[in-house]
């Protein structure tokens, strides 16, 4: 018989976050997948947990995922963890659970800690409706432009970003974006938690003062203002993204989801300036 595949999520500060049940499916399981085998080494260490670790990180994941496949099809039992939250949410795993389902193998979810999810529930946003994108590309030019497709959605935008590119996020995010209301979380559920709140500009003036910045932050941007809509001409709408650095095919396919027209339809209007 086939082993199960776990997915845990573990804590993303506090020890005392871990469940009862992933306490127990850890202390059961033949092995344990993790990206660092020192940092889960401490996890288990609190938890009296002693298991064999392989190291299953996104360099080593396309090779490591087809030899743990062969453990779980011989019959052994495998977690697979994250160095902290919920494995594959910005983290490695997608390619081992994806295989595991096409091998028609059992994975089963032990939810717990997330950091953007704890982050929501105390920003004080709408969670009516939001979009979590992971970490924010680490160029400019990229970032920008991202930026700019997720403008028009009606959802707070939920991102991650390094303590070393928060100021230039916060500036991209300014100049895209406009005055929107941020939240910044960081050191969720650590000793020196944190969140700040105030528009991309205060809190880019903020940070810039401290003496150094530590912490990956979740980034939480409000939803813009609803408008009776855009009444700038739609070639015009298309030039602009353009120059702002957004190449030409995607420029076309980002004002017509924002006018809810066929990108054809875009083309022959822009084409016809």
């Not at 496949?69 to 494995?87: H, Q, R, Y």
């Not at 091998?103 to 709408?126: E, M, N, Y």
């Amino acid at each position: 018989m086939s082993g199960t595949l776990y997915v845990v999520a573990t804590p993303i500060g506090n020890l005392e976050d871990i469940s009862a049940r992933a306490v127990r499916v850890l202390g059961e399981v033949d092995l344990i997948a993790c990206e660092d085998t020192r940092h889960t080494r401490k996890l288990l260490d609190h938890i009296r947990v002693s298991k064999p670790l392989v190291s299953y990180h996104e360099h080593n994941e396309r090779d490591r995922a087809g030899e743990l496949i062969a453990e779980l099809k011989a019959g052994k039992s495998i977690a697979i963890v994250s160095d902290a939250g919920t494995p594959l949410i910005a983290d490695p795993g997608y390619r081992l659970v994806e295989m595991a389902r096409q091998a028609g193998l059992v994975v089963s979810p032990l939810p717990g800690p997330s950091a953007f999810i704890a982050a929501l529930s105390a920003a004080g946003l709408p969670t009516d409706a939001f979009l979590f994108h992971g970490f924010l590309p680490a160029k400019s030019g990229q970032r920008r432009k991202l930026l700019q497709e997720l403008k028009a959605l009606e959802a707070t935008l939920v991102f991650y970003e390094a303590p070393h590119r928060i100021l230039e996020a916060l500036e991209d995010i300014g100049e895209v974006l406009g005055q929107r209301q941020i939240v910044l979380a960081r050191e969720l559920t650590k000793v020196h938690e944190e969140f700040l709140h105030g528009t991309a500009g205060e809190l880019r003036a903020l940070l810039a003062e401290r003496p150094s910045i530590k912490g990956e932050f979740a980034v939480m941007v409000a939803k813009g203002e609803a408008t009776e809509g855009d009444t700038t001409p739609i070639d015009e709408a298309v030039e602009k993204l353009i120059e702002s650095g957004v190449p030409r095919m995607e420029a076309l396919k980002t004002v017509a989801r924002q006018r809810g027209l066929s990108k054809r339809e875009v083309y022959r209007k822009w084409n016809e300036r």
